[in-house]
């Protein structure tokens, strides 16, 4: 079963840093782009940022550029969000997800097909 | 960047209806870059369209998408009391950026 298994959420003070994990199995792990999105409380989705296979191609939504950093240990499986300077509207459920990219007709298209169960960050003093 | 707006932001209907929800970009979107996540309390979001028309694994017939340009729909016919969720629109490449959802109420 292809899965996103996701660690390292918690609570930390303004100004202080998180890292986040999400391990894959399941499929061949570098064969796939992979990206974060985070959800605020009540809210929508947001795009946070995207690593390609091989971790050579990086990159963020302006809300986060500068303070966090994606990368990605295809020999462990494993993609990771570190968070860096966290203020309270980083407050979120943080998903990482799969991309698909699938070959119609000589043109690709592309989604987010596997998601991880996501992991709450909270930045309280 | 091109922003993404979904329409309406809240539709309430009955179990056996069909309901077009819209998504329209700011600037025109390449379709095989459009896709349509649904997602229910408590749940990660759930891939049902890719490239604007492609349904994905798993996902029943009765949802399909269309659209080109700056307009997309996702049409969910018969609706079942399991569809009732939020759903966005997204866009992959450029400004990576979703819709801010349609939520489907029980009426």
């Known amino acids: 079963q292809e899965q996103l298994m996701q660690s390292g959420g918690g609570v930390v003070q303004p100004g202080g840093s998180l890292r986040l994990s999400c391990a894959g199995s399941?499929?061949?792990?570098?064969?796939?782009?992979l990206a974060w999105v985070r959800q605020p409380p009540g809210k929508g989705l947001e795009w946070l940022s995207l690593?390609?296979?091989?971790?050579?191609?990086?990159f963020y939504a302006d809300s986060v550029k500068g303070r966090f950093a994606i990368s990605r240990d295809n020999s462990k499986s494993v993609l990771y969000l570190q968070m860096n300077s966290l203020t309270v509207d980083d407050t979120a459920l943080y998903f990482c997800a799969r991309v698909l990219e699938k070959h119609v007709r000589y043109v690709v298209s592309f989604g987010f097909d596997v998601w991880g169960p996501g992991t709450t960050v909270a930045v309280s003093s | 960047d091109i922003v993404l707006t979904q329409s309406p932001g809240t539709l309430s209907v009955s179990p056996g209806e069909t309901v077009a929800l819209s998504c329209r970009g700011s600037q025109p979107v390449t379709a095989t870059h459009l896709a349509w996540y649904q997602q229910k309390p408590g749940q990660a979001p759930r891939l049902l369209i890719y490239g604007t028309s492609h349904r994905a694994t798993g996902v029943p017939e009765r949802f399909s998408g269309s659209g080109s340009g700056t307009d997309f729909t996702l049409t969910v016919s018969r609706l079942q009391p399991e569809d009732f969720a939020v759903y966005y629109c997204?866009?992959?490449?450029?400004?990576?950026?979703f819709g801010q959802g349609t939520r489907l109420d029980i009426k």
């Open positions: 997204h866009l992959y490449g450029r400004s990576y950026s």
């Open positions: 399941g499929f061949t792990f570098s064969n796939f782009h």
């Open positions: 690593i390609s296979y091989e971790g050579d191609d990086k």
